[in-house]
């Protein structure tokens, strides 16, 4: 199983995983379910935690598509390589783009997304 299919294995079985504001895994439901459990999430910690991040990264993309805007960016760190751009388009898709940091520009970013995001806009 990835990473998605884990998380939603374990809240199929009432694991309930979640970040602490450190980054860190957290997880709660029937102590016997969580016991069964710990192995796997020991095994897979790393992926499931990365799992989480894009998850909460996509909420937060979601909810500011939900006041209005045609489109939404957000870079949490620039300073990472690559940097992750995760990218939400009104009633088309949310996304995230792994670019080089050397290539990285936020401007041309939201350029590049403004002009297509326009034209397609304008098409329907």
Request: charged share 25%.
């Amino acid at each position: 199983m990835n990473a998605e299919e884990l998380v939603n294995a374990a809240d199929f079985d009432g694991v309930r995983l979640a970040l602490t504001t450190e980054g860190e895994l957290r997880y709660s439901g029937n102590a016997e379910i969580v016991k069964e459990w710990l192995p796997t999430l020991k095994e897979n910690k790393a992926a499931i935690v990365t799992e989480l991040h894009q998850k909460c990264r996509h909420a937060k993309i979601l909810a500011m598509l939900g006041d209005g805007r045609r489109y939404a960016v957000m870079v949490e760190n620039d300073k990472t390589d690559p940097v992750i751009a995760t990218v939400g388009i009104q009633g088309i898709a949310t996304f995230e783009l792994a670019i080089p940091r050397h290539s990285y520009d936020g401007m041309v970013l939201l350029e590049l997304i403004e002009k297509h995001y326009g034209e397609n806009y304008a098409n329907t």
